[in-house]
């Protein structure tokens, strides 16, 4: 396989998974991990039956996690890195200032930048455009063009200066301030002060290295004073303020410079937009990547399920060549049996043992195993094998019980001296005794004793389509069937709610003894195709056939033959 080992690599089974599927996928990614594979995951599309979550329990692994879908996702974007599909984690908070924020679009080489509040959850976007309404007045003549709004917490912050005199106050709520620059004479400073315009009490005023100017700016009062070119004023006027209870600040930069960065000091809750695009991490690429291309926004935040938690952002370059998760297909071999989203994920390999389908396209070359052997763990069993590899007591008892439930402990007439040969060599590993533990794996979680007739006809079930028809076939296999004639009505409206849901043409059910190896079959759909079927019918709906116990090589083969029969005339559905 020349997939990169350090890339995310899923070994996934088919829809409604069995043990073959599950255990296959669980061994193989075990194998992948020894031979140098670093980030590999065994997951499963459907629910994990009762009987394989037993074999779980003897080897004493985890159950695969549940993945329905594997498109490429929003969180899947932010998820890939920036250098692969342009995401970026850039955004501020809602009390961060003009200059936080446009420090930040500048380190993106972005516009816009979401911003969060204290729970980390979006409640805007910024735009670059949006900063500079901040900055510049509406008017140019009067306060306005000399009025600020900020918080003295703030304004010190970005001239990363510091603070004497009154105490900053503690709350975030922004003050109207009026910037006052003191440059003039000490008389005209004062007519300047003397000429009140409102603006009294709201005055900070900016002042160097002047002395006698500081103390007439605290004489007259003002609401706030800044001392620029890194200069201190005297303990003094220091005491003097802190009585009256005049914030003092110190900036290390010129009064230029601190006039142009207070501008700058504004939050920026203010100018958010509200009328932005937000995706939630588990929508697929597929789903909204038309609707984000014709957007004229630049930067998409994405936000975690059933909340407005921000994840992170992606551009839109993110959506020129998404990511795709790189799979492993176990146990089959067509879309129509496997993971949602299968076609626009990245396969890397298959290992299976079924029929050819033909509907898998890949890209470039992959690796493609398929052999008639008894099941498809039996051929991973087998690449440890040519690896030199020992699987572990786990991994060895997974092996055993996929190739046990498929050849029904080699009596299936799928079974091949392949399946013989490992068997006997994975049963020494995991130290079992086949015998018994094929007695344990079908007396675990009976579906006949204590299934509902929904688990029943779903918990291993295909569907197919050949012929032009489309059909649902399901088995399970039992120890004890006397139960059957019990549940056969409800079992039967199942497969009809199937077909109903579905838009099968016939949906059936093989129930398996395995102790007499002989099956029922129940059927609902097209009566043309069950009556087609090569078995004993005795009542309506349901067949009897002797020696019938392989899905793959007997009952797939005898519906095929029973399609193509009924061509000639209507499907009654």
């Not at 439930?405 to 086949?434: F, G, K, M, Y």
């Not at 019918?537 to 793959?552: C, D, L, M, Y």
Request: hydrophobic content about 40%; glycine content about 6%; aromatic content about 4%.
């Amino acid at each position: 396989m020349s997939q990169d080992k350090d890339s995310s690599l899923y070994i996934i089974g088919h829809k409604n998974p069995d043990t073959d599927a599950i255990c296959s996928a669980i061994a193989h990614a075990s194998l992948l991990k020894a031979i140098g594979y670093t980030d590999v995951e065994a997951i499963c599309c459907g629910e994990i039956p009762e009987r394989t979550q037993w074999v779980l329990d003897q080897a004493n692994l985890p159950a695969p996690r549940l993945v329905m879908d594997v498109r490429t996702t929003a969180g899947d974007l932010v998820q890939c890195g920036e250098a692969q599909c342009g995401e970026t984690n850039f955004k501020v908070s809602q009390h961060d200032t003009i200059l936080t924020a446009y420090r930040t679009m500048m380190d993106a080489q972005l516009k816009s930048v979401p911003v969060v509040n204290e729970n980390n959850e979006i409640i805007g976007l910024l735009k670059l455009a949006d900063l500079l309404q901040l900055m510049m007045p509406s008017q140019t003549k009067g306060l306005p063009v000399k009025t600020i709004h900020a918080t003295f917490a703030n304004t010190i912050k970005v001239l990363e200066g510091s603070s004497v005199g009154a105490d900053i106050p503690d709350d975030k709520e922004e003050e109207e301030l009026v910037l006052f620059v003191s440059a003039s004479s000490s008389e005209t400073i004062k007519k300047r002060l003397h000429n009140d315009d409102g603006a009294q009490k709201k005055r900070v005023a900016i002042c160097g290295d002047r002395p006698e100017v500081q103390q007439l700016l605290l004489d007259e009062g003002v609401r706030a004073l800044v001392i620029t070119g890194g200069v201190s004023i005297s303990d003094p006027l220091i005491a003097k303020a802190k009585d009256l209870g005049i914030i003092v600040i110190y900036s290390e930069h010129d009064s230029a410079t601190t006039v142009q960065l207070m501008r700058c000091s504004r939050s920026v809750q203010t100018a958010l937009t509200e009328d932005y695009i937000c995706i939630g991490e588990k929508e697929a690429v597929s789903s909204f990547k038309d609707r984000l291309t014709a957007s004229n926004q630049e930067i998409f935040p994405v936000i975690a399920k059933d909340s407005q938690t921000l994840l992170g952002t992606f551009s839109t370059s993110a959506l020129v060549s998404p990511p795709r998760k790189n799979l492993v297909l176990v146990d089959h071999n067509e879309y129509a049996q496997a993971v949602k989203g299968v076609e626009e994920a990245r396969v890397v390999e298959v290992i299976d043992h079924h029929r050819l389908a033909g509907d898998i396209v890949t890209r470039e070359p992959i690796t493609y195993l398929n052999e008639p052997v008894g099941s498809t763990c039996t051929l991973v069993a087998r690449k440890f094998k040519w690896r030199g590899i020992k699987p572990d007591r786990g991994t060895a008892l997974c092996l055993c019980a996929g190739l046990i439930s498929d050849t029904l402990n080699l009596t299936s007439p799928t079974t091949t001296e392949l399946d013989q040969e490992i068997l006997q060599w994975l049963c020494e590993i995991a130290d079992i005794n086949a015998e018994e533990f094929t007695k344990g794996f079908f007396e675990a979680g009976s579906l006949l004793l204590h299934g509902s007739a929904d688990e029943i006809v779903g918990v291993d079930r295909k569907e197919f389509k050949e012929g032009g028809a489309f059909v649902s076939i399901s088995q399970i296999e039992e120890i004890v069937v006397t139960s059957l004639p019990n549940r056969i009505d409800e079992i039967r409206a199942s497969l009809q709610s199937l077909i109903n849901q579905h838009g099968y043409d016939a949906a059936i059910i093989a129930v398996t003894d395995i102790s007499s190896h002989t099956s029922t079959i129940l059927a609902a759909g097209s009566e043309s195709i069950a009556n087609a079927m090569p078995y004993e019918q005795t009542e309506p709906g349901i067949w009897h056939a002797p020696g019938v116990v392989s899905r793959k090589k007997q009952i797939f083969p005898a519906m095929c033959e029973a399609i193509y029969k009924a061509t000639d005339t209507t499907l009654e559905v």
